[in-house]
Structures are given as C-alpha cells and as structure tokens.
C-alpha cells in the first residue's frame, strides 16, 4: 500500500498548540485498538474482530519545521476473531517507525525498520505510526476556538486506488486537570468519503463508501506533547466486481474502529 498525504487546514490566527518536547527524551504510550468488520458476500455474513494493545515509546529526534520522531513497540499483543488466525507479533517488538511530520502532527512520512512479523506488513505498522499523533490546532488554542481542516489521502492496495477524503471540526474547551497537571481539551466531529476503482485479476472493481469520526485528546502544555487519546471511526462500504462471465458481486463492509492512546507518566 502507498499512501500520498495532502492537508488543508485553516489559517492560522495568533498562537496555536504545536510539537515540541525536548529532544531525546521518550513518552510512554499505554495503546488499546479494536477494529471490528461485517461483510455480506453472497449472501453469507462474515464477522472478524482484531485487538491490539501495547506500549509505544515516543522519542523526539529532531525538531524544526520538519520534525523527526522514532516510534518503538516496547510491547505488543494481537487478538484476532473470525476467519484468519491470529499473526505472531513477538518480533514486532523491537520494531521502530521514524516519522516525518510538520509541529502540529501532519504526518509527511513513516518508515519501519527492523523486523516486523510476517502477516502484518510494514505499510500496516507504518499506517498505524502515521495515526498515532493527533492534529494539534492550526488557528488559536483559546477556549471556544473552533477549526476545520481537510485531509485527502490516495491509498492503492492490489491494483484499486481509492481517495480517502475527510473533513474534521476541532474545538477547543476549558483547561482540565488530569494526572495532577493541567491540559488542553480538544473535541473533534468528521466525516469520511472514499471513491475508488481499478482492476483485481481482470475483474473491474469499483469502491465507494462513507463514514463518521469522533474524538477527543488532551495536550499537555509543559511537555508540549498529547497525554490521552481517544478516538472512534465507522465506515460503510460497498465493493463491486464485474467482469464479462456473469452479473457484479457487491460486497457490503462495515467497520468499527476505536483506538485509545494513554501517556504513561
């Protein structure tokens, strides 16, 4: 899978929240992941559920307008239910991503390194680094401030390039205390579009699908990093195939998918 980033975001209007913890220095991630997809094919329901949990280490490297981050996986555990069995992640500890990304957590890049477990994948370690960081406000952190931004993303896996487009409102609330220290609350509602096609052995496929998001972080303004995470997505699908030895197959898809980081201090 390749992915191509590309951002849209409000101007910006006096002081926003930005990256910027000291170089060198590592946070602890608490990570909890479930995914959950329904498929109808030919009439028959499929149902799978994949949960992960871990702990990441966190390293600034080097700051800057182009800001370099390692990503370990101190920790790892997989859980798969349904049709596939559940993947070896021992070696996946050890695995470290190096991000790319601009002080507010626009991603530009991830690359893994080391050995990652075979029937995950890189790109799929590399996506889940990229997801990591949230979007830290691109106008003023005030309280009541509120911003949208765009993010387009071409994915292409197995011969279908499809255009992942996302619209996200973020809000700013009232300063909290969590972990004896105070932090930045930002809410955020979105909506998810993909329109896709190409060609899987001589059978055109077309994708089309929408979904929702909502999350929430707290931004830890001594350390200038987030301390909590949480976020949940949903995405309906549709997968069509048509070829000339008979009538299209669509394949219906739901997913679920709620993701919790927690800084560990």
Do not use: C, K
């Not at 929240?17 to 060198?24: K, T, V």
């Not at 509120?146 to 994915?155: I, R």
């Amino acid at each position: 899978m390749a992915a191509a980033l590309t951002w849209a975001a409000a101007p910006a209007d006096g002081q926003g929240l930005i990256y910027a913890p000291e170089p060198g220095a590592s946070a602890l991630y608490q990570t909890r992941n479930l995914l959950t997809v329904s498929q109808t094919v030919l009439e028959r329901e499929n149902h799978y559920a994949l949960e992960s949990s871990g702990v990441v280490r966190l390293t600034l490297l080097d700051g800057g307008a182009r800001m370099l981050w390692r990503l370990g996986y101190d920790e790892l555990a997989l859980r798969i239910e349904g049709a596939f069995p559940t993947p070896r992640a021992e070696a996946l500890r050890g695995t470290v991503v190096t991000l790319a990304t601009t002080p507010r957590g626009q991603v530009l890049d991830a690359l893994a390194s080391g050995v990652v477990t075979a029937g995950i994948g890189a790109q799929y370690v590399e996506r889940a680094a990229a997801a990591f960081l949230p979007h830290l406000p691109g106008g003023r952190a005030t309280q009541g401030a509120s911003w949208t931004d765009t993010l387009s993303v071409t994915e292409i896996l197995q011969g279908v390039t499809a255009e992942v487009r996302t619209i996200v409102t973020f809000t700013v609330r009232d300063t909290v205390s969590w972990a004896g220290r105070p932090m930045v609350p930002v809410e955020y509602r979105g909506r998810i579009e993909v329109d896709g096609a190409g060609t899987i052995e001589g059978s055109r496929v077309t994708l089309r699908g929408a979904g929702e998001l909502a999350g929430h972080y707290l931004y830890d303004p001594a350390e200038r990093l987030f301390a909590l995470h949480e976020q949940e997505q949903s995405l309906d699908s549709t997968l069509r195939l048509s070829d000339a030895s008979g009538p299209p197959v669509e394949i219906p898809s739901r997913q679920v998918l709620r993701t919790r980081a927690e800084r560990l201090y």
